[in-house]
């Protein structure tokens, strides 16, 4: 029997009782947690600033250890060696330049979204508007990795095949994700991200130690049998899928750089009572991402090493099953594996729940606060009108959520997520670091360089080969989203080598060709509050 008829074969009833078991004890404690929470928009968004940095830290783990880093990583390590931990190596970098540049001055000046501290010296409105929609657009393809992870995994966990039961899959996680979001707001998501993170860490950690303890604790060993075993000696070659070096350093740009602008991990740093516990919960995030990514490298080699690529290429999801279908192999056939399958899938689908989760609250924020109230009701909406528009938006993203997994559901997870972080990077970072850093810069300078990075990065992810077939190409790209079309012309995946620093560019160009003068008086509030948080912790509502 071959590890993809086991898996078919297994007891689909008993895997159920294991998922159903994950969701009703995270919204269990959804429920509990926000039972006497007040019903503010404030405690919507931040859940009342009331989580000390170690749960904020464990928190934005669990929001930042999506399915891309569970799934998709362990997939593209398993299939591409050295160059799939390129993604673990970038995610983690990232949070360097989280830490130092943009954690706790951001947290500092604002007060509920990025958008807060973007018009914080500018023009509201049109800051505002260009923040949201900025926001918008990256929360979207974020949403479309979880939802593409969450077809094949439980399409897996469950011992579906096929397109309709993935997609009737993501139409589950999609109404789950509601249902997380309107039952527990922030205070309720975050709960479940904490839980997720721990419950995360410890499975991949003892997955680990499992595969290696297999080799001897002999990590060249481990190694060595997965290009044996596949004959696939590339996987030992760093370089080797990205043989274009530009196309290389684009991603690297990205990956590097996407942390520090992603507007569902900055909300986190207001879910902190004080900018000390703000750093406090990075240092925490930054030891649980780094423990978690060495896990990832032992955990793809293993998947080829004792699964096989070419297993893992006929399961559901394809390499965003390597992970489960790892757990699944290490205690052997029979009942062992069809348990540990079931709790390692149920804990990535829980990953799955709590990170949708926190970016639709994230978006949800952004147009009830940035758009309805700041820019349509001119900051003076009624907070519970606009807490019912944030929660009638959450219902407006789910459906597109939902709609556009379906679609993305058989790419490569991590892929996607890159392609958010391009997305983060070119849109938000260049005028968030601009507007915490530069005393100069001012409203035409922010509303160029964010439109500029969201228009520039968009464009050219539409005619990249993600999308669709390069034009002139011989055979249609099974990895594009549309293989069957072709109107790709621009070369790279991923187009953060052009639109980062075009979008630096513009927020420069825009600032001095501006006849705008900076209130003096603001300028000086913003800098002395987001280095020093004096008057900042006024700014948090409770």
Known sequence: MTLLEAIQLGDPVFNIVVFALFVVGTLTVVI??????AKSAGSFYTGGASFSGTQNGFAIAGDYLSAASFLGIVGAIAFNGYDG???SIGFLVAW????????????????????????????QKPVRLAAAISTLAISFFYLLAQMAGAGGLVSLLLG?????????????????????????????????????????????GIMTVWVLALFGFNLDALMGEAVRINDKPAMLSPGD?????????????????????????????YTVPTAKEARKSVTWAIGLIGAFYLFTLVLGYGAAALVTQATIAELPGKANAAAPALAF????????????????????FATILAVVAGLTITASASFAHDIYNSVLKDGKADP????????????????LAIFGGIFAKSMNIAFLVALAFAVAASANLPSILYSLYWKRFNTQGSLWSIYAGLISSLTLIIFSPAVSTPMGAAKPLASAMFPSASFAWFPY????????????????????????????????????????????DGAIAH
């Open 329 to 348: 192999f290490l205690p052997g056939k029979g009942m062992p594996g069809t348990i540990f399958l079931a709790v390692i899938a149920g804990v990535a």
């Open 160 to 204: 579906l095949s096929g397109e309709l039961a993935q997609n009737i899959v993501i139409v589950v996680v999609g109404v789950l994700m509601i249902a997380y979001v309107l039952i527990g707001g922030m205070k309720g998501t975050t709960w479940v991200q904490m839980i997720k993170a721990v419950l995360l860490i410890a499975g991949a």
């Open 384 to 399: 519970a009108i606009e807490r019912r528009v944030a929660t009638s938006t959450v219902l407006v993203i789910g459906a």
């Open 493 to 536: 995946d991923n187009p953060a080598i052009v639109s980062v620093p075009l979008a630096f560019f513009a927020g420069w160009l825009g600032t001095v060709l501006s006849k705008e003068v900076s209130d003096p008086g603001k300028a000086a509030e913003m800098e002395v509050r987001s280095m020093t948080g004096a008057g900042a």
């Open 96 to 123: 360097l330049v989280a830490l130092l540049l943009v954690a706790e001055p951001l947290r500092n000046t604002g007060k509920y979204t990025m958008a807060d501290v973007l018009s914080f010296r500018m023009k």
């Open 241 to 269: 899928k990205y043989k274009d070096p530009i196309g290389f350093i684009s991603l690297s740009i990205a990956l590097v750089l996407g942390t520090a602008g992603l507007p569902h991990v900055l909300m986190r740093f």
């Open 32 to 37: 509990k947690v926000t039972a006497n929470q």
């Open 85 to 87: 931990l390129l993604y």
